[in-house]
């Protein structure tokens, strides 16, 4: 096996100049650098990860913590598309990525950093994590750097990347009223998220600004599932008739709604309009396809790699990305019409 003695041997330089010129050290000739990267090349030297990691104090991995990663979690994909551009960032870097999955269970019995140390990572991007999650604080306490996904905190060592979820509900909700709707719902997902009280923010302001009653009372939380969001909103439709278009704030909910709406002989969109959020895959398959506000959860994904990996390499970057939304208009919402 080629060691780096070897290489500086082959190279007619010392083994420290090797080692520099491997690690990126800036203080090495451009040409020797070269030179030497070629002999490594050539000899087919492979080098010792875990060494240079503790040389260096750097494991050159990253890691994504998610909370609540469930069977669920496969019909709306939202999860893997978020991890499918962390990866696209971190295959273009010396970066490796490693998955965990936490639960309360796990965080009772390990810190946040006692896992970030024992899968020894430089920093790590969290997402699913609730606003009264215990890891929330020991991020922001610990010196292990962190990207949050759509949670939007900073300090030295914690960075966030989201979407513009007030903006985003606004245009769900404008669109509505648009369309002609006075009698708008809306199914959030629970109180605990972020996303949840930033959407519920954008709808009500929407509402308000045209001068249309925002009612509390129709407001219902569907747990970011399809199974809860059915049952709140059939609850909410059998027992408020008037209501003629909801917005949800997932579009596995919104698949809930319009299920429920089945249920109660309410057809969509002729007698109800139903608007989602997020863009998954489902919503342009579903019959009628889905109204949704569609957010890139793959740029989610490569933004909080980006900006992790700026951290780790000291680059001084913005510590937080927000990104745009996009209505897209489908099937499942149409013009009021009065059934009385």
Known sequence: MTTIKDIAKAAGVSVTTVSRA????????????????????EM?????????????NKSKTIGLLVSGFSKESIKDNFTFEVLSG???????????????????????????AQLCRERRVDGAIMQGIKTDDPYLQEVVDS?????????PIQTENVGFVTTDNVLGASKAAQYLIDLGHERIAMVNGHNYA???????????????????????????NGYFTEADAESAA???????????????????????????AARLGISVPEEL???????????SYVTPSLT????????????????????????????????ETELKIRQSTAAYKDHS
């Not at 309009?273 to 919503?283: K, M, N």
């Open 273 to 283: 309009s139903v608007i989602g959020y997020d863009d998954i895959l489902l919503s």
């Open 44 to 56: 087919e030297y492979s080098p010792n990860i875990l060494a240079r990691g503790l040389v260096m």
């Open 234 to 260: 059939y609850a909410l439709l059998k027992k408020n008739k008037e209501i003629t278009a909801i917005f949800c704030a997932s579009d596995l909910m919104a698949l809930g709604v319009i299920k429920a």
């Open 194 to 220: 972020y996303v949840s009280q930033e959407r519920l923010e954008g709808f009500k302001k929407t509402l308000e600004a045209a001068n249309l009653p925002y009612r509390e009372e129709w407001t219902v």
């Open 86 to 112: 962390i990866n696209q960032f971190a295959a273009g870097t010396d970066y490796d990525l490693v998955l965990f999955n936490t639960n309360s269970i796990k965080q009772r019995e390990k810190t946040y």
């Open 292 to 323: 949704t506000v569609s957010q890139n959860k793959q740029m989610l994904g490569y933004s909080a790699a980006e900006l992790l990996i700026s951290m780790l390499e000291d680059e001084k970057p913005s510590s937080h990305i927000i990104l």
């Open 22 to 41: 491997l690690n990126g050290y800036s203080d090495v000739n451009e040409k020797t650098r070269k030179r030497i990267v070629e002999v490594a090349k």
């Open 143 to 151: 010196n292990i750097p962190c990207v949050l996904v759509d949670i």
